[in-house]
């Protein structure tokens, strides 16, 4: 799975950051369906690039599962719907982000 997120509109860039860093990735890591599914987690931010385009996003994040199963298992269990869900609304814009379930096609490897 691969998310684009922006921030909230009243938040900078540095707050959005040391939000999900800091508040919200230990609070999914704190549930035990993360250690359980979760086989890779990346999140990427935007750096200084002034040949190109501001970005659109403020980070993106790649979540590696074994399996479908795992990712629902991951996503529709109580304690992500009970206390990770909700926390996105405190740092996430819920109106602008993307979400694509995908497989990976390596085309370039060189370890």
Known sequence: MVITLKRRKDMTHEEFT???RKIHRPLLMSIP?????????????PVAAPRYPEPEYDSVVEAWFDSMADLEALFFSDNFL???????ENFIDLSNFGRIICEEDVVVDRG
């Open 33 to 45: 369906e993360s250690e359980r599914y979760i086989r890779r987690f990346v999140v990427s931010y």
């Open 82 to 88: 009970k206390i990770v869900d909700p926390d996105h």
């Open 18 to 20: 040391h939000y999900q």
